[in-house]
């Protein structure tokens, strides 16, 4: 290896090691590569980092984040969980099924894991322990669960993941309704014979009134993912759009329909979006300086060169980047390992004969998993804090959900037609 590389390899783990932020490791990084090693003017990395922020695709992450924060604000995080528990609260294990069926709904509307785990876990947590549910059980079901605000559209991660791939954002969107479909349903069914098991004590079953109460209450809340998703494939407006609307429609009920948010909360929940969006843009342009420095040293065709010529079938080539990806899930945040991986491995894929789309719902799968395993995990210390216990326990409580969620990333792998099915379907072809 040329000592350059070492170099820049060096000075990438050294600022990760000291705790730099990830934004200022990617950028360092990046420039010291593009001035030193390639003696490229400083000013090349300027205007990197302008063309990084003047990408119209960056609208949908922006306004989605503004939707989340809205929804948390108010009440309709709320609506959705009691919605949630009304259908399935009555069954063994029904409030555990509550809470994946309310990460599902949030999902569909804020497309961020971490706004999932604060919004719901932070809710369902103390409420299944209060209901006498196993202490480690709840941690570690509501740890996993938010994984579905990645997975089941709209989902930052898909939408940062298309802007390098140039694949259809709404096509790449419904490549995560099955896979989602299917975290559900699996994390629900092991609910289920887990609480069956122990013989936990059941709601009632509602009677038809009440749940009709429940939904009518709710309406407003259950039809914001409709109005985003009917209005993307229908064709009455395209996703940048859809993350518009559905910030005014949020802002519209919870401040004139349910009045549970005050206008003297509106400037709170700007802010705090603004805040999340910058964070975010900084991410985006570090990592984008740090690709420029990669591209211009032709790394990924040298390591699509390498794998090709080590790799023959497209079978090992996904086991292996599964277990690369979910490695680095554990120590790298999905916005930053999307951003600088995708450009790596898009040689790759048309070499091995694997469709975009579907590495995409790999590659966001993978690096979800990542938000639950330490060492730096973030989800694992959300739920520490909200439970009151430490990094070791949330790890272990979270192992059986982890083992169900990898089983089912292993069967899209290796099953491609499951997770195009719907595009196809849509789309054709």
Known sequence: MDASYLLIVALLLGLLAATVPVFMCLFFTGLVGLT??????????????????????????????????????????????????VLVGFLPGGLAMAGILACGFFGAISGS?????VAIGGFMIPALIEN??????????????????????????????????????????????????????CMSIYAWFFCKRRNLPTLPRPTMQELFAVLRES???????????GGIY???????????????????????????????DIKKVIVSSAITSATLLIIVAGASVFGEYLTFERIPDQIANAVVANIQTPWVFLLAVNILLLIIGMF??????????????????????????HFGLLMTLNLGIG???????????????VADRDLVYVSKAVLPFLVIQIAILLVLTFWSDLVLFLPRLVYGG
């Open 36 to 85: 030193w090693t390639l003696n490229i003017p400083p000013q090349a990395a300027i205007e990197v980092l302008y063309r990084s922020m003047d990408k119209f695709a960056l609208v949908v992450v922006l306004f989605f984040v503004l939707c989340g924060n809205i929804m948390t604000t108010g009440t309709i995080v709320q609506k959705l969980v009691k919605t949630a528990n």
């Open 113 to 117: 894991t971490v706004a999932t785990v």
């Open 132 to 185: 006498d549910y196993d202490h480690r059980f709840s941690v570690g079901i509501m740890t996993t669960a938010p994984i579905l605000g990645v997975v089941i559209p709209p989902s930052i991660s898909m939408i940062l993941y298309a802007m390098v791939s140039n694949d259809p954002l709404e096509a790449l969107f419904l490549t995560g309704f099955i896979p989602g479909l299917l975290i559900m349903i």
């Open 219 to 229: 309406i407003w809340a259950l039809c914001l993912p409709v109005l985003i998703f």
């Open 234 to 264: 229908s064709g009455l407006f395209t996703a940048n759009e859809a993350a518009v609307v559905a910030c005014f429609y949020a802002f519209f009920v919870e401040v004139f329909i349910h009045r549970d948010m005050k206008l003297t």
């Open 332 to 357: 790298m945040d999905i916005i930053s390992a999307t951003l600088i991986l995708t450009p790596i491995f898009l040689p790759l894929l048309s070499k091995f004969g694997i469709d975009t789309m």
């Open 371 to 385: 938000y639950c395993t330490p060492p730096l995990g973030v989800s694992l210390y959300i739920s520490g804090a």
